[in-house]
């Protein structure tokens, strides 16, 4: 992951800039360690990094333990993508600290980063929650922290750091834009209604969100990530005006959406594309509709519109790579192999288990502590290898004698119940007496407390 230099930059050059004491002079001439930070913080300011790095320097030299010159140097050395170096004066000047010094959550916050940037992100997930210690609204952690808690597939929960964010500084652009990314996995009943009657989408008078309502505004929004938008308005010289929508014109936020209208005229357009490329790919015309993905399901649906895997298929086939199978091809795996795995869900069912996403999952380890094994061994969760790379994860949801294997339902129900709150969240024994004392269901190395 490359993210953090999007949101830390902007914090070095106004850390750096308010570090550097008045310019004091020496009796006899003679550079003292501010004034020396203060020619530092010129050169910082005006982009000559490499005088400002050979300044700071300077400085140590003058007093080794100095804490502004050691973060001033750390920084510049970070903005220079020099991860060692900067790391190393981070480091140090955490030893130099006083326990009320201002910077520590700074201090940690930057290290973060460099492990983020080294794409360690079990320690820079650590850095992060050190700096939040000192300083719970550090923007620079929450944000970091949401990145890396996204990247893990807890998209919920990434979408509360970030709102976390936003609260702090409304004007953080980079919060808000991953925020938009999330609306489908954080945005409650009403908020994700109100979205869908801002797109023409339901009814000026519809009150209940239903699922297929949920489906429709996952499908628009997902269009709009993958700009669609910008596709329509290669596909005309002016876009019809019943296709778009903007909000917050004028402002920092403007956004362009899509309405229904504009949704169903993107599907119909990338559809009627999608056949001209499979043509000059060589399929001919009476195949094109019969097309499967490699999981053996038809890419086209009956309107002649793509499916979510025919659109992956598509955008493969702009490539020249081929990620379809032609009507005579076998589907790897097997039918028969599939059915079993369908009889095997159906008796996971039966038992009274119900299927979770991986995204799901992630929240619940979150939550919980726990590492998957734990939860598969100990608290009821069952795991079914499909093939190598797929998974399938299942959580009792039915009243159990022991309250252990109950917590991935009840951590599953409550995430539900944020935005939906006419969910019932099931009582668990277990977990509530672990909250009463302010207690995760497990330690920090995945194992269950008992």
């Known amino acids: 992951m490359h993210c953090s230099k999007l949101f830390s930059d902007r914090l070095l050059l106004a850390f750096v800039m308010c570090l550097s004491a008045p310019f004091v002079q020496a009796a006899g001439g003679k550079q003292t360690v501010s004034s020396c930070l203060e020619s530092g913080k010129k050169a910082f300011s005006a982009k000559e990094y490499l005088q400002a790095q050979d300044t700071f320097t300077r400085c140590l030299k003058l007093d080794p333990d100095n804490v502004e010159a050691q973060l001033s140097l750390a920084g510049v050395l970070l903005t220079q993508d020099d991860l060692d170096g900067a790391e190393k004066y981070f480091n140090a000047a955490l030893t130099s600290m006083k326990r009320t010094s201002p910077y520590w959550s700074y201090t940690y916050s930057m290290l973060g980063d460099i492990a983020l940037k080294r794409?360690?992100?079990?320690?820079?997930?650590?850095?992060?929650?050190?700096?939040?210690?000192?300083?719970?609204?550090?923007?620079?952690?929450?944000?970091?922290?949401?990145?890396?808690?996204?990247?893990?597939?807890?998209?919920?929960?990434?979408?509360?750091?970030?709102?976390?964010?936003?609260?702090?500084?409304?004007?953080?652009?980079?919060?808000?834009?991953?925020?938009?990314?999330?609306?489908?996995?954080?945005?409650?009943?009403?908020?994700?209604?109100?979205?869908?009657?801002?797109?023409?989408?339901?009814?000026?008078?519809?009150?209940?969100?239903?699922?297929?309502?949920?489906?429709?505004?996952?499908?628009?929004?997902?269009?709009?990530?993958?700009?669609?938008?910008?596709?329509?308005?290669?596909?005309?010289?002016?876009?019809?005006?019943?296709?778009?929508?903007?909000?917050?014109?004028?402002?920092?936020?403007?956004?362009?959406?899509?309405?229904?209208?504009?949704?169903?005229?993107?599907?119909?357009?990338?559809?009627?594309?999608?056949?001209?490329?499979?043509?000059?790919?060589?399929?001919?015309?009476?195949?094109?509709?019969?097309?499967?993905?490699?999981?053996?399901?038809?890419?086209?649906?009956?309107?002649?519109?793509?499916?979510?895997?025919?659109?992956?298929?598509?955008?493969?086939?702009?490539?020249?790579?081929?990620?379809?199978?032609?009507?005579?091809?076998?589907?790897?795996?097997?039918?028969?192999?599939?059915?079993?795995?369908?009889?095997?869900?159906?008796?996971?069912?039966?038992?009274?288990?119900?299927?979770?996403?991986?995204?799901?999952?992630?929240?619940?380890?979150?939550?919980?502590?726990?590492?998957?094994?734990?939860?598969?061994?100990?608290?009821g969760l069952y795991v079914l290898n499909v093939t190598k790379n797929d998974r399938r994860y299942f959580v009792i949801a039915r009243q159990t004698a022991d309250p252990k294997k109950g917590v991935p339902y009840y951590y599953l129900m409550a995430a539900h119940a944020k935005r939906n709150p006419n969910v019932r969240v099931p009582s668990n024994s277990l977990v509530e007496s672990y909250s009463y004392y302010g207690y995760t269901v497990c330690l920090d190395d995945g194992n269950l407390l008992e």
Not at 239 to 245: A, H, I, K, N, T
Not at 305 to 322: C, I, M, P
């Open 119 to 379: 794409q360690q992100n079990d320690l820079a997930l650590k850095m992060y929650s050190k700096s939040l210690e000192y300083n719970a609204a550090n923007v620079n952690s929450l944000v970091g922290k949401g990145v890396i808690v996204e990247y893990q597939g807890d998209r919920q929960g990434a979408a509360e750091y970030y709102r976390s964010a936003l609260a702090v500084e409304p004007l953080n652009l980079i919060a808000r834009k991953r925020l938009v990314n999330l609306e489908p996995d954080y945005l409650t009943n009403d908020e994700m209604l109100a979205a869908l009657k801002q797109r023409y989408a339901v009814a000026p008078d519809a009150a209940q969100l239903t699922e297929d309502d949920r489906a429709l505004f996952a499908d628009i929004h997902k269009a709009e990530q993958r700009r669609g938008i910008d596709y329509l308005k290669n596909k005309y010289p002016k876009v019809p005006q019943e296709y778009l929508v903007t909000i917050n014109k004028d402002t920092d936020f403007e956004r362009e959406m899509l309405t229904l209208a504009g949704y169903k005229a993107l599907e119909k357009h990338i559809g009627q594309d999608a056949i001209a490329v499979f043509q000059k790919g060589g399929v001919p015309i009476k195949d094109v509709f019969d097309l499967r993905d490699m999981k053996g399901e038809k890419i086209f649906k009956a309107d002649s519109t793509l499916t979510d895997s025919g659109f992956f298929v598509y955008t493969e086939a702009l490539q020249n790579r081929k990620a379809f199978l032609l009507p005579k091809e076998a589907i790897p795996p097997t039918q028969a192999f599939l059915n079993k795995v369908a009889a095997r869900v159906q008796e996971l069912k039966d038992a009274g288990y119900v299927e979770i996403t991986r995204s799901e999952l992630k929240m619940i380890q979150n939550q919980t502590k726990c590492s998957e094994e734990t939860l598969r061994s100990k608290l």
